[in-house]
Protein backbone atom coordinates (compact mmCIF):
# COMPACT_ATOMS: atom_id res chain seq x y z
CA UNK A 1 0.00 0.00 0.00
CA UNK A 2 1.23 3.58 -0.48
CA UNK A 3 2.57 4.68 2.86
CA UNK A 4 1.44 8.66 2.24
CA UNK A 5 0.33 11.10 -0.30
CA UNK A 6 2.38 13.96 -1.04
CA UNK A 7 1.02 17.80 -2.27
CA UNK A 8 1.99 20.95 -2.10
CA UNK A 9 4.50 20.98 -5.44
CA UNK A 10 4.58 24.15 -7.69
CA UNK A 11 6.50 26.32 -10.06
CA UNK A 12 7.73 29.03 -7.95
CA UNK A 13 10.72 31.64 -8.46
CA UNK A 14 13.70 31.66 -7.04
CA UNK A 15 14.19 32.95 -3.42
CA UNK A 16 10.38 32.34 -2.93
CA UNK A 17 8.75 29.15 -0.48
CA UNK A 18 6.31 26.54 -0.49
CA UNK A 19 5.15 24.05 1.62
CA UNK A 20 4.59 20.72 1.24
CA UNK A 21 2.14 18.40 2.97
CA UNK A 22 2.50 14.83 3.51
CA UNK A 23 -0.58 12.38 4.50
CA UNK A 24 -0.45 9.62 6.28
CA UNK A 25 -2.63 6.40 5.02
CA UNK A 26 -4.30 4.68 8.20
CA UNK A 27 -2.16 1.83 7.79
CA UNK A 28 0.94 3.49 9.39
CA UNK A 29 -0.40 5.95 11.68
CA UNK A 30 1.42 5.06 14.63
CA UNK A 31 5.31 5.08 12.57
CA UNK A 32 7.29 7.59 14.80
CA UNK A 33 10.22 8.34 12.41
CA UNK A 34 8.94 10.29 9.06
CA UNK A 35 11.07 11.86 6.38
CA UNK A 36 10.69 13.98 3.66
CA UNK A 37 13.02 12.92 0.45
CA UNK A 38 13.89 13.98 -2.89
CA UNK A 39 14.94 13.28 -6.56
CA UNK A 40 16.66 16.14 -8.95
CA UNK A 41 16.98 15.75 -12.03
CA UNK A 42 19.54 13.38 -13.27
CA UNK A 43 20.40 12.46 -9.26
CA UNK A 44 19.53 9.40 -7.08
CA UNK A 45 16.62 10.25 -4.27
CA UNK A 46 18.75 11.34 -1.42
CA UNK A 47 17.10 12.06 2.03
CA UNK A 48 16.25 15.86 3.03
CA UNK A 49 15.14 16.29 6.40
CA UNK A 50 13.63 13.72 9.16
CA UNK A 51 11.46 14.36 12.10
CA UNK A 52 11.17 11.21 15.25
CA UNK A 53 8.39 11.10 17.65
CA UNK A 54 6.44 13.61 16.49
CA UNK A 55 9.19 16.54 17.01
CA UNK A 56 11.10 15.53 19.77
CA UNK A 57 14.49 15.61 17.04
CA UNK A 58 14.32 16.49 13.86
CA UNK A 59 17.36 16.25 11.08
CA UNK A 60 18.19 18.08 7.83
CA UNK A 61 20.81 17.71 4.59
CA UNK A 62 23.64 20.13 4.75
CA UNK A 63 21.99 21.79 1.88
CA UNK A 64 18.71 22.87 3.33
CA UNK A 65 19.52 23.45 7.00
CA UNK A 66 18.64 27.05 7.50
CA UNK A 67 15.75 26.83 5.22
CA UNK A 68 13.89 23.86 5.24
CA UNK A 69 11.62 23.29 8.48
CA UNK A 70 10.00 19.68 8.84
CA UNK A 71 6.73 19.60 11.06
CA UNK A 72 4.40 17.49 12.10
CA UNK A 73 0.36 17.67 13.37
CA UNK A 74 -1.77 15.18 15.15
CA UNK A 75 0.42 12.81 16.05
CA UNK A 76 1.71 11.03 12.65
CA UNK A 77 -1.24 12.14 10.83
CA UNK A 78 0.32 15.03 8.57
CA UNK A 79 3.98 16.02 8.13
CA UNK A 80 4.87 19.11 6.38
CA UNK A 81 8.15 20.59 4.66
CA UNK A 82 7.98 24.18 4.65
CA UNK A 83 10.66 25.42 2.16
CA UNK A 84 12.12 29.00 2.44
CA UNK A 85 14.78 30.67 0.09
CA UNK A 86 14.10 27.86 -2.70
CA UNK A 87 16.98 28.00 -5.56
CA UNK A 88 16.85 26.50 -8.81
CA UNK A 89 18.84 23.18 -7.62
CA UNK A 90 15.93 22.60 -5.44
CA UNK A 91 13.92 21.87 -7.79
CA UNK A 92 13.17 17.86 -7.96
CA UNK A 93 9.86 15.51 -6.83
CA UNK A 94 9.62 15.52 -3.24
CA UNK A 95 8.69 11.89 -1.31
CA UNK A 96 7.23 11.72 2.10
CA UNK A 97 8.10 8.04 4.08
CA UNK A 98 7.42 7.16 7.42
CA UNK A 99 9.48 4.07 9.36
CA UNK A 100 10.50 2.79 13.04
CA UNK A 101 13.09 3.69 15.15
CA UNK A 102 13.77 3.15 18.48
CA UNK A 103 15.96 6.50 18.54
CA UNK A 104 16.03 10.22 16.60
CA UNK A 105 19.10 9.00 15.74
CA UNK A 106 18.52 6.22 13.91
CA UNK A 107 15.56 8.17 12.48
CA UNK A 108 18.09 10.86 11.43
CA UNK A 109 19.45 7.65 9.07
CA UNK A 110 16.37 6.71 7.70
CA UNK A 111 17.21 6.11 4.02
CA UNK A 112 13.50 5.30 2.49
CA UNK A 113 11.36 2.47 1.59
CA UNK A 114 11.08 0.38 -1.19
CA UNK A 115 7.89 1.40 -2.43
CA UNK A 116 7.49 5.21 -3.10
CA UNK A 117 4.58 7.09 -3.92
CA UNK A 118 3.52 9.63 -6.96
CA UNK A 119 5.74 12.54 -4.83
CA UNK A 120 5.17 16.18 -5.52
CA UNK A 121 6.88 18.13 -8.30
CA UNK A 122 8.50 21.52 -7.03
CA UNK A 123 10.07 23.29 -9.87
CA UNK A 124 12.22 26.73 -8.92
CA UNK A 125 13.13 29.05 -11.79
CA UNK A 126 15.82 31.53 -11.69
Known amino acids: QVQAVESGGALVQAGGSLRLSCVAS????????WGWFRQRPGKEREQVAT????????SYADSVKGRFTISQVNANDTVYLLMNKLTPDDTAIYYCAANSFFTGAQCSQFRGINRWGQGTQVIVSP
Open 26 to 33: KYIVNWNC
Open 51 to 58: IFGGGDST
